[in-house]
Nanobody, 123 residues
Framework: QVQVMESGGGLVQAGESLRLSCTAS???????MGWFRQAPGKEREGVSCIARNGYNTYYADSVKGRFTISRDNAKNMMSLQMNSLKPEDTAMYYCAACKEWWLLVPPDGYNYWGQGTQVTVSS
């Protein structure tokens, strides 16, 4: 069973940056890992996924060019560097497995969500 813990969220102003971190047990068990977010009243959406090799990455159009995903398999860690934050980036952010590194969805039946970390961007 995979257990994850997210950290690094906070309250920032538009244009500022945050770096989210995720630690996971059995990190290498899942080939692709990624970040998802859920804003109040909205469905959870995929933000970015990264392949096990750490080189192949995929981003939602809304964050492309502003966010950078990375992972360190040796340390069982994954990060999301978020620059030029916008109010519409406000959401609870979760790390989880991705079905494939190019698909911003979790595997079928995935149920190993952590508590998430809140990101709030004020205008």
């Amino acid at each position: 069973q995979v257990q994850v813990m997210e950290s690094g969220g906070g309250l920032v102003q538009a244009g500022e940056s945050l770096r989210l971190s995720c630690t996971a047990s059995r990190f290498g068990f899942d080939d692709a890992m990624g970040w998802f977010r859920q804003a109040p009243g909205k469905e959870r959406e995929g933000v970015s996924c990264i392949a096990r090799n750490g080189y192949n990455t995929y981003y939602a159009d809304s964050v492309k060019g502003r966010f950078t995903i990375s992972r360190d398999n040796a340390k069982n860690m994954m990060s999301l560097q978020m620059n030029s934050l916008k109010p519409e980036d406000t959401a609870m952010y979760y790390c989880a497995a991705c079905k494939e590194w190019w698909l911003l969805v979790p595997p079928d039946g995935y149920n190993y969500w952590g508590q998430g970390t809140q990101v709030t961007v004020s205008s």
